[in-house]
């Protein structure tokens, strides 16, 4: 039971380069999302999955995109990546019905630095 | 304007002594508190959670405290362990709007031995 996994671990890119990142989870989970995490700031929302089928936006959306690939694939897409985007991404998920809806299991993290 | 905020960005204390890591929100329709601890080069973790029906919540080694009218929660490690050494998140959410996090900007806390 590998939980939440992600690819790549590490990326460098170059300004205007697009990429994709992928993240799958082997829990059955409904719900899943991608975060930031810049110094600070903590983690901030980017866009989230309630179930397949459906996403939205988050706090910070702007410059990404997202895929709902089936219920245990979610990936995140730069189309035009910027110095302001290099960050380290997590993705997670829940699993809405469980009684433990409010914990949310992430991922090791991708590290993006755009040059 | 951040809705949680961990004031302190680092803490270090003494092996077997109390670890008091402090979080304040302003979102008055949060509902539900979470802790989670994050080590370097890993996704961060659950570690403990509190309703905003409760004012105390404990498991083991961790008790969260709130305060609602201050708009204030507290972890409190005891005793605290070289191993309790990590970045902790404090994270809140309204649960009728979704299962969205809002996260503190996390406080480094170090334990000597």
């Known amino acids: 039971n590998a939980g939440v996994t992600q690819t790549p671990k590490f990326q460098v890119l170059k300004t205007g380069q697009s990429m994709t990142l992928q993240c799958a989870q082997d829990m059955n989970h409904n719900s899943m999302y991608w975060y930031r995490q810049d110094p600070g700031m903590g983690l901030r929302l980017i866009y989230y999955?309630?179930?397949?089928?459906?996403?939205d936006k988050g706090e910070v959306p702007n410059g990404y995109n997202v895929s709902r690939l089936n219920k245990r694939e979610f990936s995140l897409r730069l189309e035009s990546a910027a110095p302001s985007q290099t960050s380290v991404y997590f993705c997670?998920?829940?699993?809405?019905?469980?009684?433990?809806?409010?914990?949310?299991?992430f991922g090791p993290g991708t590290r993006l630095t755009v040059l | 304007d951040q809705q949680v905020k961990q004031n302190s960005p680092s803490l270090s204390v003494q092996e077997g002594r109390i670890s008091i890591l402090n979080c304040d929100y302003t979102n008055s329709m949060f509902d539900y508190f979470l802790w989670y601890k994050k080590y370097p080069a890993e996704g961060p973790t659950f570690l403990i959670s509190i309703s905003s029906i409760k004012d105390k919540n404990e498991d083991g080694r961790f008790t969260v405290f709130l305060n609602k009218s201050a708009k204030h929660l507290s972890l409190h490690i005891v005793p605290s362990q070289p191993g309790d050494s990590a970045v902790y998140f404090c994270a809140a959410l309204t649960r009728h709007a979704g299962n969205m996090l809002t996260f503190g900007g996390g406080t480094r806390l170090m334990v000597k031995p």
């Open positions: 997670a998920s829940s699993e809405p019905a469980s009684g433990f809806e409010n914990e949310q299991f």
């Open positions: 999955s309630a179930s397949e089928g459906t996403t």
